[in-house]
């Protein structure tokens, strides 16, 4: 059989695992064909005298192979066709191979998602999807796949055509205010909890993960690493780094923690800043509230200290790692630091950084009143 020169192409639309089932999808003219080259239902029918919809059960077998593998087929078009095999990656990877052997591309389930849709911003959404990790921010992008963000460029693109260039340049600035919020739906916001040594910092990540992600001992410099350990806070997905106490030392390895430590304070989200509410030393609080004045300052082991003083011009939370005490009041703030502002349920926003640099050339192009060039921008953003 010579080789396919149209455009049929396969995709495996299933994420790989041990079990279940795979799905394969196969569009394109001679999707059928190729059904019918490989597959051979029990009942003798071929996939292409089959009614539209119809599962056939059978074998999946190359010419010159000893077996085959047992499967379903379905053709759901006359020019669609869905293979559903063991979920193993070795049988959905075999079936692909036949495929291409008989001039089927390859595709991946992004590249076919791409393909289906002739909104980008629609089909990103679609990809993202599955790498929300919470059901709230799966909630978001769900919206933006119904289309929320795509008909706000629309919008803004009746704007610009009516010469309203104002109100077109206030969506532009809200939707781009709304852009860290957007890629954090897939990316966890980033939590370094620092601080000296032998304050809690360990005590207090497991405590709020929920499980003995650090180790604990009372001794300065147990932790050496930075150590991090993904939650969800209020529904929104976040990632704590556990570092290493921030102190003089001689021990090389303690250094270079204590170096991690430093680089993670300038790529986190969010600083949470510990102080030992036994051994509060005002001198390094002072210093402390200077250096990050935009973390979160957490005085720890209350239960240790009779009393508790702390500068009053400042928030600083008041914690017991042993006993929780103030740990649901420093989760809150820390939502709260992160999300100030949660967004409506269907509220259009960018949530990819091709959207997000986009809406900032657009943004450019309207503040210099570039007719032309925005409305093409505008037309960018949406089309695949």
């Avoid at 059989?1 to 999808?25: H, Y």
């Avoid at 009516?162 to 919020?181: D, G, M, R, T």
């Avoid at 405590?207 to 350990?229: E, F, N």
Wanted: one cysteine or more; hydrophobic letters at 45%; a negative charge.
């Amino acid at each position: 059989m010579p080789a396919i020169a149209t455009p049929t192409a396969a995709a495996v639309l299933t994420p790989p695992a041990r079990g279940a089932i795979a799905t394969i999808s196969v569009q394109g003219p001679a999707a059928v064909a190729l059904a019918d080259r490989f597959f051979t239902s029990l009942g003798k029918t071929r996939v292409n005298d089959a009614d539209i919809g119809r599962i056939l059960v059978g074998h999946w077998q190359a010419e010159g192979e000893s077996f085959g593998e047992e499967l379903v087929v379905a053709r759901l078009a006359d020019d669609l066709v869905e293979i559903h095999c063991h979920g193993g990656v070795q049988a959905s990877q075999r079936i692909l191979k036949h495929l291409a052997s008989a001039g089927c591309q390859v595709q991946s389930w992004q590249a076919r998602t791409l393909s289906e849709q002739s909104d980008a911003i629609v089909a990103e959404a679609k990809i993202e999807l599955p790498r929300a990790v919470t059901s709230q921010a799966a909630l978001h992008l769900l919206d933006q796949a119904n289309g929320a963000l795509s008909r706000e460029i629309d919008t803004i693109g009746e704007l610009l055509k009516q010469s309203n260039f104002e109100v077109a340049e206030q969506k532009i600035a809200h939707l781009l205010s709304l852009a860290p919020f957007g890629k954090h739906l897939t990316q966890p916001w980033l939590i370094v909890i620092a601080g000296p040594p032998n304050v809690g910092k360990s005590s207090l990540l497991n405590k709020i993960v929920g499980y003995d992600r650090a180790i604990v001992l009372d001794m300065p410099g147990t932790t050496r690493d930075v150590l991090h350990a993904t939650t969800a806070l209020d529904g929104w997905p976040v990632q704590f780094s556990d570092t290493a106490g921030i102190r003089v030392s001689d021990d090389a390895i303690e250094q270079a923690g204590i170096a991690k430590a430093k680089a993670a304070l300038k790529t986190a989200d969010l600083v949470i800043v510990m102080h030992d509410a036994a051994d509060l030393k005002p001198d390094e609080l002072d210093q402390s509230l200077q250096e990050l004045p935009s973390a979160l300052h957490v005085v720890n082991k209350i239960d240790l200290a009779d009393d508790v003083r702390v500068p009053a011009s400042r928030e600083m939370i008041a914690t017991s790692a042993v006993t929780s005490q103030g740990v649901p009041q420093l989760i809150t703030s820390i939502v709260f630091h992160l999300i100030p502002h949660v967004p409506q349920a269907h509220e259009p926003l960018p949530f990819t950084d091709r959207q997000i640099e986009g809406l900032r050339q657009l943004h450019q192009q309207v503040q210099h009143r570039q007719l032309d060039d925005a409305l093409k921008s505008t037309e960018t953003l949406l089309n695949t």
